[in-house]
């Protein structure tokens, strides 16, 4: 009874169980609802006395705010006041994002609405509240605002040099953060070399694009002096905490509910100035207040991510052995760095994980970070890795180029060896356990390699341009303290989970972490299912809500599998092993001679059924009278869950991509791509499946169609989504996922995340497949988005 | 703004009338005056395809739609198909293969891909991309949304 469970004991490599469902295709409970037309968005809430926000947008990217005249706005029907940063001010201090682990890192305060200047093009300047969202924008367009513009600081790559617009006068300069890591002697290594390659790289910068938009509704009770927040939000808890502090409140005074969330990639874990205007104007009104973001303030006002030049040297012998990467990261992250997380994160990101799948000695990275006048970036889906792996993946194509040697054969001769964990990477980032080369061969066997050369050789005579490129990649995943907390920031990297069972036998589990349509609550339903012992359809799962649930981070980074997952089992474990202590009452016997299976109480041995649960939840509940008096009947039980021995459980896999290029045209095909990834155990296969494809889609959406562009003036000119492209589905492939499980050991359960891999990947295996079949006509392109103009300026046909 | 104008409509089989603003757009008219918020408004340029519904027999983007043009039109959208029962196949489908993450396309996605077994049952699986590319999904690769309407499609020949 008191044994501690093992993967083993507690069946998790067992399919053949009625109660295994860890490892299993189950549909998720949620998507009836999604298909019907039934689910709750955040904008489908309604309440009493509701009234809508507004906000007029700077239209500059760099201008003082001379004078806002609102006397016309509050003319028009429906109008109930107007706001200013002044006004809003008085109710909410400013933040600045900056964390104490990035050595010298600095921001400026940035207030919900500005108080003298507008920073970039669609920065929230004045908001307009009236009883409908079509009357508070008559409002905001009734508006007189006088702008005065200043210059602006557009381009990164001026962004230090002498004459620069310093954004922020009161901090001296645009820089943001710089980091170098810098290991072993890459001077030494680049000049021992048999062959030293370079090349720069460009990242687009590109955005989420959830197709719900972000959205919330503020409502703030005189009476009880409560905030109740219905917010699309990947991260309840922590905006707990952050309208709390901003508003001048406890923690206690402020729920957050967080019902369906259409999409989230990243969008959703930060604090946006207008969502705070919106809980500071509930917090005047003494009235529920929403926002829904249209396209439009998505596309100005979202985060932006990937804005980022790297130049990139590797270092080779004759071998084909990496001897050295020696790589500089320049990112613009706009004119404020985004709270609480912080946009020095991506870069960071960058410098340590470039060369992650590497086994090599030499490495100097250095990331630098500035301001600039366009639209925050922050952290996006993959934070980084797409970036550090089309620069690593990009340098190893063109090594092996230089050499004469397959892309293959250069990956093989260099990836770390899968019996080599524990292993330390050159920028001191520790891995416990990933499987390079299994994931590899895994990868040939389900690419026909022989067929697709054939077909490429053959389809050259005819004048068809086709390549195949290999990404291999790691990802970050079950992030620790290390990533936040050390750093200062209220996000939690520990979260919990309460099981309960009820009088009927059913179980409800409340947990920390969040869904925005990646199955966590299915995982979670399968999971505790799993460890107490009952039919999934027994099991409900509460999530999104701050009164309700333990405390926790939320889903980002990959954690809601490892993190939130390994708490739930547990709980589900401590859940079942108390159910037994009372079976073991009432049977007259030992507990650890009981188990719980499908609903049922039975002797462990033979399988007999002994008592269905919702007698014993019968006994419990209504005659607890007929138990021993000191018996402990607690059919609740809370666990939560941190890891402690690697600060982050970093998984490992590789990707390839088979396309097509027109070279008349520029225009690229996908014909086929393939993804082998290593998240440690699947919880659910159905479900990391079609995650690894999303994030495949994401990454290839990027570097294909994605971009947020900007004329000389700052403003954006991809401002819906006729001219911001997202892949479509008659432009993506068919894609092949495959596994290999390498679980981690700091957990029971052994999952890592699997959510961003895809993302990692897919922009560099595609690059390197264009690059492939761009080779014999001379062309290259390394500059993201891979549009048709680029490819044909490559080709030198334009 | 301009006078209110009166119009009578089925939405769902039920006859409704309402005044409306002349500006209002279907999806507003559906979500904000009808309650009916099965249908989401995604880019409001006719793009994504989140707000497509059926009017009097063809899909429709509801944000390109004034809801003022569509007195005496028959009006079904995912609340009233999916009680319909038309596309239970589909639906259990999606739920099968994991076909909705999010769940914010979804209901535009299944009101396409209903489209595509009315009038095109030979649609093989490139014809299904083709067709169901003015609906945008952010999470799934697309392909279990391809796989849960193919199955469909295969099921009823």
New interface residues.
Partial sequence: MNDMPTPESIGLSREDLPNSYIGRSVPRPNVPKLVQGRATYTDDVQLPRLVHAAFLRSPHAHARIARIDAAAAMQVPGVVRVFTGADLAKVCDPWVATLDHLKGMKSAPQYPLPLERATWQGEPVVAVVADSRAAAEDGVAALLVEFEPLPAQLDMETALAPGAVVIHPQLGDNLVFTRTAEKGDVAAAMAAAHKVVEATFVTGRHTGVTLEPRSIIADYNRAEGTLTVHHSTQAPHMMQGVFAKQLRLEDGQVRVICKDVGGSFGIKVHVYPDEVAVAAMARILGRPVKFVADRFESFVSDIHARDHRIKGRIAVDADGKILAFDIDDLTGIGPYSVYPRTSAIEGNQVVNLCGGPYDFANYRCTTTVVLQNKTPTCQYRAVGHPIATAVTEGLVDLAAEALGMDPIEIRRRNLIRDDAYPYTSPPGMRFEGLSHHAALDKLLQMVPVDRIRADQAEQRKRGVHRGLGFASFIELTNPSPFMYGIGGARISAQDGATVRMDPDGSVVVMSGVTEQGQGTEGILRQIVAHGVGVPVERVKVITGDTQTTPYGGGTWACRGAGIGGEAALQSAIALKQQILVVAGAMLQAAPDSLDIVMGQVVDRDTGRERMPLAELGRIVYYRGDTLPKDLPRELVQTRHFITKEYPFAFTNGIQASWVEVDTETGMVKLLEHWCVEDCGRVVNPLLVDEQVRGGIVQGLGGALYEHCVYDEQGNLLTTTMADYLVPMSAEMPDMHVGHVETPTKESLLGAKGAGEAGTAGAPAALMNAINDALRPLGARVTEQPFTPARILAALSRI | ?TARIDITLTVNGERVTRSV?P?RHLIDFL??DLG?????A????G??G?CTVRVDGEIVRGCLVLAVSLDGAEVT???GL?DSGEVEDL?AA??????????????GM?MAAADILRHHPEAD??A???H???????????????DAVEATLEARR
């Fill in positions: 703004m603003e500006r979500r904000l009916l918020t099965g249908s989401h995604g880019c409001e340029h793009v994504c989140a959208t995912i609340e999916s639906q999606f739920v099968a293969r994991n076909a909705a993450q999010c769940g914010f396309c979804t209901p299944v699986r490139a299904i991309r083709e169901l590319s003015g609906n945008y999904c952010r999470c799934t690769g697309y392909q279990a949304i391809v």
